[in-house]
T-cell receptor, first 114, second 108 residues
C-alpha cells in the first residue's frame, strides 16, 4: 500500500531555530504539494512541484521559507528562522496531475514554535 | 475566483444518505469539481471528481447541476467513520483552494 511519508511527525522548537520537514512522495508520482493547516486559515497551499520543478510557491513567505526537491524521492520544506506564528500542521501530498490520483496526502508534521 | 460555498456543518443519522451541497457559481470552461474529506488529525483524502456528468464510485456519488453552478456529494449509507470535514474544490490550473468545508457529524 503506497503512502506519502513525512518526517518528523511532531516537532517542537524555539523561535529563531531552523526547521526542516521532509516528505517522501509515492513512487511514480510527478507532483508534490506542501500545505499548511491552522485553525484560523484552514488549508493553505505553500508550494507545488511538477517533475521536481517548482511551479508555484506564491503562498510561501519567501523571506523565511524554502522548498526544494533534491531528487524524485525527497521533498523538503525549510523554515529559517522559525517564528511562533509558523506553528501549524504541514502536509505534503503527491500525485499525478489531472487525474483522480491528483493528491495523496501524508500524515502531516505538527510544528510548534515556542 | 475559484472559491466555493459550503454549509459549515451538517448532521446525518447513521445508515441514512448524507447529501452535502456545494455552490460554485463562478465555475467555467473545463474546470473540474473535486471532493476531499479530512478525518480528524489526518491528511485530506480524495473522494470523487467530475466535470459535468454525474459520477459514482465505491465511496460516493457526485451530482452536478446542468448549469454546473452547484453540486452535491452523496454518501449513500453514512457510517460513524464518515464523520469528517468535506471539502468541495473547483480545480483550476495551479490553484488548490480548499476553503472551510462542511463538518459532517454522523449520529448513531
Amino acid at each position: 500500500d503506497a503512502r506519502v511519508t513525512q518526517t518528523p511527525r511532531h516537532k517542537v522548537t524555539e523561535m529563531g531555530q531552523e526547521v526542516t520537514m521532509r516528505c517522501q512522495p509515492i513512487l511514480g508520482h510527478n507532483t508534490v504539494f506542501w500545505y499548511r493547516q491552522t485553525m484560523m486559515q484552514g488549508l493553505e497551499l505553500l508550494a507545488y512541484f511538477r517533475n521536481r520543478a517548482p511551479l508555484d510557491d506564491s503562498g510561501m513567505p519567501k523571506d523565511r521559507f524554502s522548498a526544494e526537491m533534491p531528487d524524485a524521492t525527497l521533498a523538503t520544506l525549510k523554515i529559517q528562522p522559525s517564528e511562533p506564528r509558523d506553528s501549524a500542521v504541514y502536509f505534503c501530498a503527491s500525485g499525478l496531475v489531472g487525474t483522480a490520483h491528483e493528491q495523496y496526502f501524508g500524515p502531516g508534521t505538527r510544528l510548534t514554535v515556542t | 475566483d475559484a472559491k466555493t460555498t459550503q454549509p459549515p456543518s451538517m448532521d446525518c443519522a447513521e445508515g441514512r444518505a448524507a447529501n452535502l451541497p456545494c455552490n460554485h457559481s463562478t465555475i467555467s470552461g473545463n474546470e473540474y469539481v473535486y471532493w476531499y474529506r479530512q478525518i480528524h488529525s489526518q491528511g485530506p483524502q480524495y473522494i470523487i471528481h467530475g466535470l459535468k456528468n454525474n459520477e459514482t464510485n465505491e465511496m460516493a456519488s457526485l451530482i452536478i447541476t446542468e448549469d454546473r453552478k452547484s453540486s452535491t456529494l452523496i454518501l449513500p449509507h453514512a457510517t460513524l467513520r464518515d464523520t469528517a470535514v468535506y471539502y468541495c474544490i473547483v480545480r483550476r490550473p495551479n490553484q488548490f483552494y480548499f476553503g472551510t468545508g462542511t463538518s459532517l457529524t454522523v449520529i448513531p
